[in-house]
């Protein structure tokens, strides 16, 4: 029989302590003292209890050393790991050894006792960003039909400033154990937002196969399905491994889904809801639907976390938050009008919601769901910015009333049907200015791929002598130069093209986008922003 090193410790404690027990129980003989002999015995017993105490706690000490020399030596072996490795690459952003507000996990998930590494994540992008005020998490699994992640992430982007960009992280959770999958889908983040990954301002994750439970003989209950208990009660999972991931990262959280439509500025509205709150709220709720848009503060993730878990098998993750409150706040000799004005004051909603659902198939195969937050409003589906005054002009065809000048003036969005090899869009200043920066973005919300491929950005010196040296003997700039004047400074990518101009260049007199190749689909223009330095 084998025996750890603090029982071992206890054992030879009590092994030494029979002679004194002998010699006690003798002396007692001789006197026949039974009450000192009983006080002897009872201040032993006490030594005895102190020390197998004190084996206890060195033995959680020696353990907690072994842990931290495993923390170490991990660490040591990821900075010689390629991280291109996908899914093989398992950086630890928690602690060698679980929190002691966490050590419940293996009771919940007895499972995990097993798989040492089980909790922690496989992190297959990212620069481990801590510190910041927000971290946005968003779960996906792989869907029979249609996937919206990467229209969600361009939401959520498209409605952040730079300033903002550096002070929040994204999480991006593949809840899948398919490795071919789980590459497929960081992939794709990464070609689709690759300054985005290098800055840390995304992340990429997914979980070891080990830590799942098995899913296959879960209770039927509350008349739900085989294929729909297995569904949620894996949710239920999927949330808490974010949770637990998320909570070292920043003060606030923010629960996303990874089918949903963000409202500009939206981090803003919701630092401005959070601050006028008193400090007891538990729930801020940006949308009515399911588990989107709900905000955290990190600290309390804990808690809520080892709720989920107590119960993942029985019920939905929105109906376990409610219980959370109910528990927390409600007292059971009240009625049910009290108990929802005490949750009321912990989940606040705030009105109009930041977030609207956009997927209409759900990651339950066969489920279909147009579920739309009526709080939401319109779709904001271009954005406004005061532009220096310009004559607007383009060779595309327009479509409807979505004219080039209303995207300019920032009236609505500027729509064309495809474009063709040799198409321009172009903005003559009425006086000549110095450009600092400039931002085109195309596609919207309601129609993502609306984008312009294989379109350069180009500006023409307003000094005409300076437009011929340019064409006849090239330029200083190393920018490329058209046979009219114009220098190529910049390109679309991935829908997107933005950039600052170089002030040798001088003053501009135009900006032309201009298109190198037929496209499948047609073209929108939602948003653009010349910045000069007189605006």
């Known amino acids: 029989m084998r025996l750890r090193h603090g029982q071992l410790l206890t054992a030879l404690c009590l092994g030494a302590a029979f002679p004194l027990l002998w010699f006690v129980a003798w002396q007692n003989s001789r006197g026949n003292d039974l009450d000192t002999y009983e006080t002897q015995f009872l201040e032993l017993r006490q030594r005895l209890l102190y020390a197998e105490k004190e084996n206890k706690r060195r033995s959680h000490e020696l353990s907690s050393a072994l842990d931290e020399i495993k923390l170490i030596v991990a660490r040591r072996a990821n900075l010689t790991t390629n991280h291109t490795d996908d899914t093989k690459s398992n950086v630890l952003n928690l602690p060698g050894k679980l929190p002691m ?10 499972h995990l006792r097993e798989y040492e590494d089980g909790i922690f994540p496989n992190i297959i992008f990212g620069q481990q960003r801590t510190g910041v005020s927000l971290v946005m998490g968003i779960p996906t699994v792989k869907r029979e039909k249609e996937n919206y992640l990467i229209s969600t992430l361009q939401s959520l982007l498209n ?5 903002q960009k550096e002070d929040c992280v994204i999480i991006i959770f593949v809840a899948e154990v398919n490795a071919e999958y789980v590459n ?29 439970p098995d899913l296959s003989n879960l209770k039927e209950t509350l008349g739900d399905s085989k294929d729909r208990v297995r569904w949620r009660t894996k949710q239920n999972l999927d949330y808490s491994f974010l949770m637990l991931y998320a909570q070292p990262k920043g003060t606030l959280y923010l629960q996303l889904e990874d089918d949903i ?5 939206y981090i803003a509205s919701i630092k401005s809801f959070a601050a006028q709150q008193s400090q007891d709220w538990m729930i801020l709720e940006f949308s009515h639907l399911g588990f989107i848009g709900k905000l955290f503060k990190s600290e309390d993730l804990p808690l809520v976390v080892e709720f989920f878990l107590m119960f993942y098998k029985d019920k939905p993750i929105d109906w376990l938050i409610d219980h959370l409150l109910w528990v927390k706040v409600c007292n059971p000799e009240k009625d049910a009008t009290h108990c929802e004005r005490e949750k009321s004051k912990f989940r606040i909603r705030a009105k109009p919601s930041l977030f609207q ?23 904001v589906l271009h954005k406004a910015h005061k532009n220096p005054l310009a004559k607007v002009d383009t060779s595309l065809k327009i479509y409807q009333e979505y004219t080039l000048e209303k995207v300019y003036k920032g009236q609505d969005c500027f729509w064309a049907s495809a474009p063709v090899a040799g198409d321009y869009i172009k903005f003559t200043f009425l006086k000549p200015l110095k450009v600092e920066k400039y931002l085109f973005r195309s596609g919207n919300t309601e129609h993502p791929g609306d984008k312009l491929f294989n379109t350069t950005v180009e500006v023409l010196p307003a000094d005409e002598m300076q437009r011929k ?8 700039f190393n920018y490329p130069a058209t046979n009219d004047g114009y220098l190529k400074i910049g390109a679309f990518e991935n829908g997107i093209a933005e950039g600052s101009i ?15 190749s037929d496209s499948p689909v047609w073209a929108i223009l939602s948003e653009v922003h010349i910045k000069t330095s007189e605006n």
């Open 469 to 476: 040296e340019l064409v006849d003997t090239g330029n200083k």
């Open 502 to 516: 170089n002030q040798s260049i001088g003053r501009i007199q135009a900006i032309r986008l201009s298109i190198s």
């Open 101 to 110: 507000h966490l050590t419940n996990v293996h009771y919940y998930l007895p």
């Open 357 to 379: 659902h956009m997927g209409i198939f759900s990651s339950l195969a066969g489920k279909i769901q147009n579920l739309k937050d009526e709080d939401f409003g319109k779709n």
């Open 159 to 163: 409605g952040l400033s730079e300033e």
């Open 184 to 212: 497929s889908v960081a992939e794709s983040v990464k070609t689709s937002f690759p300054r985005e990954i290098q800055s840390g301002l995304l992340e990429v994750i997914s979980p070891p196969a080990s830590y799942y």
């Open 261 to 265: 439509i963000a409202k500009p500025d």
